[in-house]
């Protein structure tokens, strides 16, 4: 196999495994749970919106909402349940 079809099956696979589990969220009066973050396990925010399995990107200081790219900045983190 070459080189060059070695990187470009290897950027795929990246692609494809990266986006295969997006983190979600289950949030209630600014207190949230989440799965497959790489940031967080737990958070509280400010925003208070009721959150079932949401799906979110999550960042170090906030996540957004992907369904309504609502960005919620949050103020105290844990990375376990």
Do not use: P, W
């Not at 940031?39 to 208070?48: E, I, S, V």
């Not at 949050?74 to 349940?81: A, G, L």
């Amino acid at each position: 196999m070459s080189i060059k079809k070695f990187l470009t099956l290897l950027a795929l696979c990246m692609v494809t495994f990266t986006n295969a589990k997006s983190a979600n969220a289950n949030c209630s009066n600014g207190e949230c749970e989440f799965n497959y973050s790489n940031h967080y396990k737990y958070a509280k925010t400010y925003c208070l919106q009721t959150l079932i399995y949401e799906d979110v990107e999550t960042n170090y200081l906030n996540f957004t909402i992907l369904k309504t790219d609502e960005k919620c900045d949050v103020f105290e983190t844990r990375n376990e349940k």
